[in-house]
Every structure is written in C-alpha cells, then in structure tokens.
C-alpha cells in the first residue's frame, strides 16, 4: 500500500512540474519600455530575432529556443548569419532594426553561434528603435556587453538619438567605454557631466547598469555602484543600439547578449533584475 502511495505521490509531483506556467524576467518586474535578448524574457514572448543568411539573403525569425537548438545554425548552413530585427519582448512593438545588410551586426559566423550574442563590428553596425520623443523622469537601463579588448576607440552600446540622426545632448542619455581614460565605463544622462567608473573595467562580459531619476544618475557595473552625479530628466527618444549616433557615430566594436530600459522607477527591484541576468549568464559570483 505504502508503495502505491509513493508511486502516486511521485507522479503527482512530476505532473504539477511539467505543468509549471514558464516565468520570465519581464513576468517578474514588468513595465519595460524595450527589452532585447536572445533568451526567453516574458511568457508572452516568440519570436526573438529575424535573421538574414549569408548565402543568399533569406530571412527567417527564429524563437528563442530556436536559436540556442541548432535551428538557426541549420538556416545559415556553412555560411554566415546577420541579425534583421531585434524583437522587443516588452510588449511595445519597439523592435531595433537595420534595413542596411552591411550594417547588420552577426549572429553567426562560419556556421556557428557568436559567443556572447550580437556581434557588432566597430566600424559601422547598429540596431534602431523607433520610440519617439517624450520626457521622462526614471531610466534605468540594463546591459550584458562584451567590447573588444584593447580597443583604441570610444565605444557606445546604447543610447538615444534626435530625429535628425545626431546625438543631442542635454536630455539624451547613452553608456559607453571612453578609451582615452584607461577604459573605464561612462554614462550621460540629462544635464549630468560624464558618470565614470574609478577604474578600467575588463574586456570580459559584463552586467552594466544605469540609474537616473531625474535629480541623481548613478553607474553600476556587475551589480557594484561605480559612481553618482545629480542630473536631470532623460528623453525617451529613438533607442539606438551599437552606437550613439547614426550621424555622429561611436561604434561599438564587441558583443552584447541582453538591453532592457525602463522609463519607471525601479530602485527597488534593480538588485532583482542584476540577480536574474546574472542567475542566467553567469558573470559573477
């Protein structure tokens, strides 16, 4: 009898696993404005990324799962694979775009995935999202970036732009590595003079974080506060990835895996999200 029960008991909780409603970042601290990966965010999410092979310019999406089974490499064969259309998984529709092929960053190279997700070239590769033009007090913007080490340039992963393509800076905001001073990590938001971080900051991945809402702009890399500044309000514009701007370009030449930019307040859910990022890559202890 006790076997049986046992056996029950077993099944039971084997059938209340399976049956388990996925969970994503996006279920658990939602309210994102954008939000770019190429893991699963929300339990909303399908499509991750549209892809365009080398062989002969096919286009294909590809879901998450998609991308980590094999699948994608399947479509580029023995050739190579440039990212189309970032997905936004915010819900938002404001998908990053790049209609220009030469401008495309790669996600496979030789038939095989990038390591550490798009790979953008640092000489002319970006992704565009069409947000518009609003004020806003909060941004809190999360990254995982890889840049190219020893790079001799300034490289910006995110930013915003006006709508005539050329960074406009009072109430712009945009995270970049300023190699001119030994690599560290820099933020402008709003009125602030340049956030920095006190030291260089390695080639590795890493989880780069910003913080404003609307009186301090504070810089976190890997979950460690690197600076603070009183600012202003940011500009929800145009989200350009890879660059600060088309017009008045500072490319990145590196990879990044995830962005996710709330224009709300998250102080106290920014450890929660780290947390989650880092639960999945990986980065540090």
């Known amino acids: ?24 970042l996006l279920n658990q601290y939602p309210g994102a404005a954008a939000a ?7 339990s909303s999410t399908s499509n991750v990324v549209r892809v365009r092979r080398s062989s002969d310019d096919a286009e294909q999406d590809f879901t998450a799962a998609q991308v980590s089974d094999g699948t994608l490499e399947s479509f580029c064969g ?23 092929t030469t401008a495309q960053p790669q996600i496979v190279s030789g038939g095989s995935l990038v390591t550490g997700g798009l790979d953008f070239d ?10 518009g033009s609003t004020s806003s007090t909060n941004l ?3 990254n995982v970036v890889a840049t190219a080490p020893n790079s001799t340039i300034n490289q910006t992963f995110l930013g915003t732009r006006a709508t005539s393509g050329v960074y406009s800076g009072a109430d712009a905001w945009f995270f970049k590595r300023r190699s001119g001073l030994n690599n560290e990590l820099s933020l402008s938001a709003g ?28 810089l976190y890399a890997d979950g460690s506060e690197l600076d603070s500044q009183s600012t202003s309000s940011v500009q929800t514009k145009d989200l ?3 660059n600060r701007a088309d017009l008045n370009p500072v490319w990145l030449d590196g990879q990044i895996n995830e962005i996710i930019v709330y224009y709300s307040d998250q102080s106290a859910t920014r450890t929660g999200i780290e947390d989650n990022i880092n639960a999945h890559y990986n980065i540090y202890p």
């Open 78 to 100: 023995v050739g190579d694979g440039f990212v189309a259309t970032w997905y936004d998984q915010s819900g938002n529709d404001n998908h990053a775009v790049q209609a220009t």
């Open 191 to 218: 009125t602030t003079g340049v956030l920095l971080s006190p030291s260089p900051v390695t080639e590795s991945q890493a989880i780069f974080s910003a913080y404003s809402d609307g009186s301090t702009a504070k």
């Open 36 to 42: 770019y990966s190429l893991r699963k965010l929300s």
């Open 140 to 142: 809190y913007a999360f």
């Open 240 to 242: 350009i990835i890879g």
């Open 122 to 131: 640092g000489v002319d590769d970006f992704l565009l999202a069409t947000y």
């Open 1 to 24: 009898m006790s076997g049986d029960s046992s056996i029950g008991i077993g099944i039971g909780l084997a059938l209340k696993s399976y049956g388990r409603a996925f969970r994503g």
